[in-house]
């Protein structure tokens, strides 16, 4: 029986996660859940999986929370996230949450050698020398949950690193692939919203739009697989069937396909090195797909990959600057304060204005991070 931390209880990936650990009461269990202020999405979840902790956004969240379950601890805030990722009876802690505000946590839980099953990408993309760093000094190995580093890790499995020719990234194109640049001048939240092959938060669905996920993804990858960035390629495919490859210097390529479901990711992460049903999986139907489609990317039409890939071969703090560039970007574009196209003109110009920093240590990303957010917020006016 492992027993579980979930970090974004009430997000897509929390609500996913609680799915899988729903079906198989004989693997898991849950220790604590944190969320951020969704305590109407949350009520019920602490009610039917009865966490020893509890862990919210802020104050007064907890004052409301507490009200409603009396005998269940309440904490709030990074050192409430940390407390869940660090307690003794806890064997897994799934980090679901959203934005670099998960790295704290994160980097505790593996010094506390907890498994780390991982969603948050901006946590790897802000900070991923510190948290492989943490991992290998504590010999903690994290599982991905992201649909296309779980395709590489199961592409991986059994393989020599050494033998890696390139990492194969497969990119759907997000809700906007068929417009043109000029197309993009007037479109809104509501249809960034609608991604073609997945349902998911708001955040990374409007970073699938301007192909920041697929950026960060890269990164993410580079993190995770210890591959250098020439060596990191991504190609839009637009059924999502594929979820990544592995390509070998003997030129086999090895990759994971199935239906866009992420309780597959995110069971694997759980139960590896085994697998189990998974519920309601809905299975791939090959002949009635009949076509799988492949396109070269066009970083000229997506300049969020293009700089996602720039700031990832400079490192330093340029990964930390494109991350929280994008977060404050993204949050103000679905407040209705800014354009589509302002996005990526956000972290451009952030990016252009940052001195790089080289090897930053977790004080150094915090202040970054924070001072890149006002700088988006200021330039709004
Ligand atoms: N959704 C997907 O299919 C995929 C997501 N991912 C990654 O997984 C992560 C989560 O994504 P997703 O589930 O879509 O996001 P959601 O927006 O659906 O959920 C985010 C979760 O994080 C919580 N949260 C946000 N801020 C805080 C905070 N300061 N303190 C505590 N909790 C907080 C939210 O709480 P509240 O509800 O109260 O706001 C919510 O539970 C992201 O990094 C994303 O890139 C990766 C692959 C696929
Ligand atoms: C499900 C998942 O892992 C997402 O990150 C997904 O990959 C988004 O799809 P695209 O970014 O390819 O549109
Ligand atoms: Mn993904």
Redesign the pocket.
Known sequence: MKKISLL???????IQTLEVIRAHPEKFSIHAL?????VH?AMPLIKEFRPKLIVV?DEETKELVTKEVSETVVLSGSGG?IEASVADEVDVVVN????S?GLPATLKAIEAKKQVAI????TLVTAGHLVMDAAKEHGVELLP???EHSAIYQSLNGENSRDINKLIITASGGSFRDKTREELEGVTVEDALNHPN?S?????TVDSATMMNKGLEVIEAHWLFNVPYDQIHVILHRESVIHSMVEYVDSSVIAQLGTPD?KVPIQYALTFPERSEVPAARHLNLEEIATLHFEKMDMERFPCLRMAFEAGRQGGSMPTVLNAANEEAVQLFLEGKISFLDIERHIEEALAEHTRIHNPDLSTILSIDEETRKRVRFHLN
Do not use: H, P, R, Y
């Open positions: 974004g209880a009430t997000g897509s990936i929390g944190a969320f951020g202020k969704n999405k956004q996230l679901a949450i959203l934005g505000v969603a948050n990408k901006e949950v992201d649909s997945w998911m938060g708001a955040k990374i992420m």
